[in-house]
């Protein structure tokens, strides 16, 4: 499922939601009988597993990057009071 064809109540959950959501959905599975009731559901939980891990990704790039330039405006702020 690509991200533009996502529903938007699942592109707009954050990381938390999505991962309560599926917890959800494992629950239900594991208390279902029937294994042919449950093909929606796991195939449900295979797409949010996917966007979780996809979201988890981007977030994490994202952290990296906001730790990347706060370090360089650091280092740029020594290197300014050791030239004065």
């Known amino acids: 499922m690509k991200d533009k064809n996502l529903p938007n109540d699942i592109k707009n959950k954050s990381l ?8 959800n959905i494992i629950k ?6 029937d294994l042919e009731n449950s093909i929606n559901e796991y195939q449900r939980l295979i797409q949010l597993s996917n966007i979780i891990e996809k979201k ?10 906001i730790t990347k330039l706060k ?3 650091i ?3 020594k290197n300014e009071k050791k030239t004065k």
């Open 16 to 23: 938390n939601e999505l991962t309560e959501l599926a917890n």
């Open 28 to 33: 239900n599975l594991e208390f279902e009988k």
């Open 56 to 65: 988890f990704q981007n977030t994490s790039k994202e952290i990296s990057q």
């Open 71 to 73: 370090i360089s405006q």
């Open 75 to 77: 280092i740029k702020k």
